[in-house]
Nanobody, 128 residues
């Protein structure tokens, strides 16, 4: 059974930074999603990588330029570096994984059903 474990959540003031980590099996496509109280779960960023290829990342418009997704395949870990955090970034952040090709991984940012495996989530709270 695939186990995904998120870590790194916490509380921070607006303008601050946090880095989330996801310990994941080596799947080609890893994504970060978030869900705020009373709202739908939304895609934040995805990253596709395959042996011999350059990692390809996709971002939601709301976080582009502030968040960076990256992966360390040697450690089977994906990171989400979040900068210039805003109160509206407050949510539970989830890591997801799937064996998807590059184009499908980009699509999965908007179609979370393409991911097969999900973590339990980590809380991020940004205060003003």
């Amino acid at each position: 059974q695939v186990q995904l474990a998120e870590s790194g959540g916490g509380s921070v003031q607006a303008g601050g930074s946090l880095t989330l980590s996801c310990a994941a099996s080596r799947y080609t496509c890893i994504g970060w999603f978030r869900q705020a109280p009373g709202k739908e779960r939304e895609g934040v960023a995805t990253i596709y990588s395959f042996v011999g290829s350059t990692p390809d990342a996709a971002y939601a418009d709301s976080v582009r330029g502030r968040f960076t997704i990256s992966r360390d395949n040697a450690k089977n870990t994906v990171f989400l570096r979040m900068g210039n955090l805003k109160p509206e970034d407050t949510a539970i952040y989830y890591c997801a994984a799937g064996s998807l090709g590059g184009p499908s991984c980009n699509t999965a940012l908007r179609v979370r059903g393409l991911f097969s495996f999900w973590g339990q989530g980590t809380q991020v709270t940004v205060s003003s």
